[in-house]
């Protein structure tokens, strides 16, 4: 990996305190599993072919259960997402994962992405979009000030929603992309497209699909 590439996360793969193998984490999402094409892959009939998934978000890193036959664990509680901690112990079958941010990534770690408001002094009329925005996937916004405001998609992974309150990740995968929600997991916390609540799962989106998040409402816009 060359020097220009920016890691953001060391993952360790351990079995009976023996390190296996390291892995970096750098703008692009790894797979946990048995499968040979797996970036980080773990002999272990424990876990699923394609375990789990680890990306990076907005100066932290997101880890989503890809419907493994086991689950995941970390720290010994299970989960099916999380934004990793440093320090963070991943169960793999009989391999634990140790997740570590680069120093790197130390300062930005605590920031956190989000959709906001914008002020009044901001609230003026939005520019129409440019070509290339208006072909690519986007989300409109379609209340309060920020409403008619255009947020491409552009990054594989992008998070929406307020600190503390509800909080979602757009991942754009090979066959289209998805809405998972980040969270307590409370039936209350899930998001809604279409007026229905997307439950624990990633939900794929469709061209014209309303995600309601808290009290903001995005329509979501595949042109492709």
Same mark, same amino acid.
């Given at each position: *990996?060359?020097?220009?590439?920016?890691?953001?996360?060391?993952?360790?793969? *351990? #079995?009976?305190?023996?390190?296996?193998?390291?892995?970096?984490?750098?703008?692009?999402?790894? !797979?946990?599993?048995?499968?040979? &094409?797996?970036?980080?892959?773990?002999?272990?009939?424990?876990?699923?072919?394609?375990?789990?998934?680890?990306?990076?978000?907005?100066?932290?890193?997101?880890?989503?259960?890809?419907?493994?036959?086991?689950?995941? #664990? =970390?720290?010994?509680?299970?989960?099916?997402?999380?934004?990793?901690?440093?320090?963070? @112990?991943?169960?793999?079958?009989?391999?634990?994962?140790?997740?570590?941010?680069?120093?790197?990534? &130390?300062?930005? =770690?605590?920031?956190?992405?989000? =959709?906001?408001?914008?002020?009044?002094?901001?609230?003026?009329?939005?520019?129409?979009?440019?070509?290339?925005?208006?072909?690519?996937?986007? @989300?409109?916004?379609? &209340?309060?000030?920020?409403?008619?405001?255009?947020?491409?998609?552009?990054?594989?992974?992008?998070? @929406?929603?307020?600190?503390?309150?509800?909080?979602?990740? !757009?991942?754009?995968?090979?066959?289209?992309?998805?809405?998972?929600?980040?969270?307590?997991?409370?039936?209350?916390?899930?998001?809604?497209? &279409?007026?229905?609540?997307?439950?624990?799962?990633?939900?794929?989106?469709?061209?014209?699909?309303?995600?309601?998040?808290?009290? *903001?409402?995005?329509?979501?816009?595949?042109?492709?």
């Amino acid at each position: *990996m060359g020097n220009s590439v920016r890691r953001s996360a060391k993952l360790t793969v *351990m #079995k009976a305190g023996v390190v296996v193998s390291e892995h970096w984490l750098a703008d692009a999402a790894l !797979i946990v599993g048995r499968h040979p &094409n797996s970036e980080v892959q773990v002999h272990d009939l424990g876990i699923s072919a394609r375990h789990a998934r680890i990306s990076p978000v907005m100066g932290g890193v997101f880890l989503e259960d890809l419907n493994s036959t086991n689950g995941c #664990k =970390v720290n010994g509680m299970p989960v099916r997402r999380r934004i990793l901690a440093d320090g963070d @112990l991943i169960e793999a079958g009989d391999h634990i994962i140790r997740f570590e941010h680069a120093e790197e990534a &130390n300062a930005e =770690v605590a920031k956190t992405l989000m =959709v906001r408001p914008l002020s009044r002094s901001q609230a003026a009329p939005q520019a129409q979009p440019t070509a290339a925005a208006r072909g690519a996937a986007r @989300l409109v916004v379609l &209340n309060g000030r920020a409403r008619q405001r255009v947020l491409p998609l552009r990054k594989s992974l992008v998070t @929406l929603g307020r600190s503390g309150r509800q909080v979602a990740v !757009i991942s754009r995968r090979p066959e289209g992309y998805y809405l998972t929600h980040v969270g307590s997991g409370r039936r209350r916390g899930f998001p809604l497209v &279409n007026g229905r609540l997307i439950g624990p799962y990633a939900h794929r989106l469709n061209h014209g699909d309303e995600i309601r998040l808290d009290d *903001m409402r995005l329509r979501f816009i595949d042109s492709t």
